[in-house]
């Protein structure tokens, strides 16, 4: 398990960019809450295995295209998203896992390092419920190897997200 490296402060650890956008919506009280990680935590697996959660408290950030344009979906760690449940939602004809290249255009982050809000353009949002089965969740703060931590209720109000079911489920 890698612990946090205890020299950097939030502001330090958090995407520039990330940072600024948490000052903007009035949260600059989470940035001394960032963590960072002498190691990439790139997976939800080791995101929670580097702070030491449940894989379900990850919120992961992923950007699919919905018939072309890119959509952003919050998904717990634990879970897969079901793109013809994303479709059905969106009343897309086709939903596909986007480039790393329009992931990158799109939100300015690399994949890894995605936040649930603070990108370069503003997507719809769609935001799994089972995100609201925690108290606390944990996203990435603009890199690979920094987190936050934040109850699902304000993540998802804050990246605009409408709350919705779109996880897999084994029938």
């Known amino acids: 398990m890698s612990t946090p490296e205890s020299a950097d402060d939030g502001a330090q650890a958090a995407h520039p ?5 948490l000052a ?14 002498p190691e990439a935590t790139r997976t939800a697996q080791e995101a929670a295995a580097a702070i030491g959660c449940e894989l379900s408290q990850i919120c ?33 004809e086709k939903v596909t896992r986007a480039k790393a290249d ?3 255009e799109t939100t300015g982050y690399a994949i890894g390092g995605i936040p649930p809000f ?37 993540l998802i109000a804050h990246a605009g997200a ?7 489920t084994d029938l």
């Open 60 to 92: 992961k950030s992923l950007i699919f295209a919905a018939d072309g344009v890119p959509v952003l979906v919050l998904m717990d760690g634990a879970s897969r998203v079901d793109v013809d449940l994303v479709r059905r939602e969106l009343g897309a």
């Open 102 to 104: 329009v992931v990158r």
């Open 118 to 154: 603070g990108h370069r353009t503003r997507t719809r949002v769609l935001a799994d419920r089972s995100l609201l089965d925690h108290d606390t969740v944990w996203a990435a703060a603009g890199t690979p190897y920094a987190v936050f931590p934040m109850d699902p209720k304000s």
């Open 162 to 168: 409408a709350l919705v079911d779109v996880r897999e």
């Open 24 to 37: 903007g919506l009035g949260l600059a009280d989470v940035i001394p809450l960032v963590r960072r990680f």
């Open 17 to 21: 960019r990330f940072a600024e956008a």
